[in-house]
């Protein structure tokens, strides 16, 4: 079955750097992927759709400038979390679609940690 | 309002026992229906997936269910086991949408 690799799967980091987050379709090519945001104990947030080769499209009240997201091939989509602050402290998903697959295959996620 | 409802927001059961998590939706037109389970800090994983056309699927101890006339469906786990602790989780999509909707989960706890 289709298989999305997302890495790291968890990342500590210094306020103010940058961290880059790979997600990847391993067995399929990928044309919409999606980037989640995850509180504890709550329902994924999303914050972006990406079809390959074009910009991102992003969910009102997230900041674009932000959270940096590429899909430059079909089977690959990174979200770069830019000047990391505490608050962007979280657990971030991808997931990955096409037109034959009707649902979404999702990465196991990324466990981002700024100190 | 979401336009996916799951209920009850949160089960505790005990090992071995049967419960049933329900999703109701108002997306329309209708594509498909997914149930996931998502363990504490790891992606969802896909349990079944039902178009407009199918009532009933299984994938061993998870049968799911679907009434697209009433917008319905629900989501039965039999004989359950300690791993069965987890948020599920039902999506729906749109036809000619590739955007999902979420429905907030339920999280199931399953005590021995």
């Known amino acids: 079955g289709a298989v999305v690799s997302q890495h790291p799967s968890w990342v500590i980091c210094k306020s103010g750097t940058s961290v880059k987050i790979e997600c990847r379709s391993l067995?399929?090519?990928?044309?919409?992927m999606f980037w989640y945001r995850q509180f504890p104990k709550q329902s994924l947030m999303l914050m972006a759709t990406s079809n390959e080769g074009s910009k991102a499209t992003y969910e009102q009240g997230v900041e674009k400038d932000k959270f940096l997201i590429n899909h430059a091939s079909l089977t690959l989509s990174t979200l770069t979390v830019t000047s990391a602050h505490p608050e962007d402290s979280s657990f971030y998903i991808c997931?990955?679609?096409?037109?034959?697959?009707?649902?979404?295959?999702f990465g196991s996620g990324t466990r981002l940690t700024v100190v | 309002k979401n336009q996916v409802e799951q209920s009850p927001q949160s089960l505790i059961i005990l090992e071995g026992k049967n419960c049933t998590l329900q999703?109701?939706?108002?997306?329309?037109?209708?594509?498909?229906l997914r149930w996931y389970k998502q363990d504490t800090g790891r992606g969802p994983v896909s349990l079944t997936i039902m178009t407009f056309s199918e009532n009933t699927k299984s994938n061993g101890r998870y049968t799911a269910t679907l009434d697209a006339d009433t917008k319905q469906s629900s989501l039965h786990i039999t004989a359950s086991q300690l791993s069965d602790s987890a948020s599920y989780i039902c999506?729906?999509?749109?036809?000619?949408?590739?955007?999902?909707?979420f429905g907030r989960g339920t999280s199931l706890i399953v005590h021995p």
């Open positions: 997931s990955a679609t096409t037109q034959e697959a009707g649902g979404y295959t």
């Open positions: 999703c109701n939706y108002t997306v329309s037109p209708f594509s498909n």
């Open positions: 067995d399929f090519q990928a044309t919409t």
């Open positions: 999506v729906v999509r749109k036809r000619g949408s590739y955007i999902p909707t």
